[in-house]
Nanobody, 117 residues
Framework: QVHLVESGGGLVQPGGSLRLSCAAS????????MGWYRQAPGKQRELVAS????????NYADSVKGRFTISRDNAKNTVYLEMHSLKPEDTAVYYC??????????WGQGTQVNVSS
């Protein structure tokens, strides 16, 4: 079992920045990849960014490339999502997901990000 806790969401003006954190606990040694997803009202949940733990290889949705950065701190068992140049269309609930080598998925509870003036 892997337990994930997100934090760092909030209200920010367009053009602003936020950093989301996802702290992992439990069977963290089994995690293969971690990712950030988001779900806006009335829309499907979508992948924002992911990072392979062993190689730090990253992947981004086209809509966030150049604005968002995913990173990890192994010492803190935490994955971050740095978000810059935020747009109103970035408004969503952001979820952290961990997948282990058995392809089992674990989700956090989500953190709300609102981009509005």
């Amino acid at each position: 079992q892997v337990h994930l806790v997100e934090s760092g969401g909030g209200l920010v003006q367009p053009g602003g920045s936020l950093r989301l954190s996802c702290a992992a606990s439990g069977s963290i040694f089994s995690i293969y990849v971690m990712g950030w997803y988001r779900q806006a009202p009335g829309k499907q949940r979508e992948l924002v960014a992911s990072i392979i733990i062993s190689s730090s290889r990253t992947n981004y949705a086209d809509s966030v490339k150049g604005r968002f950065t995913i990173s990890r701190d192994n010492a803190k068992n935490t994955v971050y999502l740095e978000m810059h140049s935020l747009k109103p269309e970035d408004t969503a609930v952001y979820y952290c997901k961990a997948q282990n080598w058995r392809l089992e998925d674990y989700w956090g509870q989500g953190t709300q990000v609102n981009v509005s003036s």
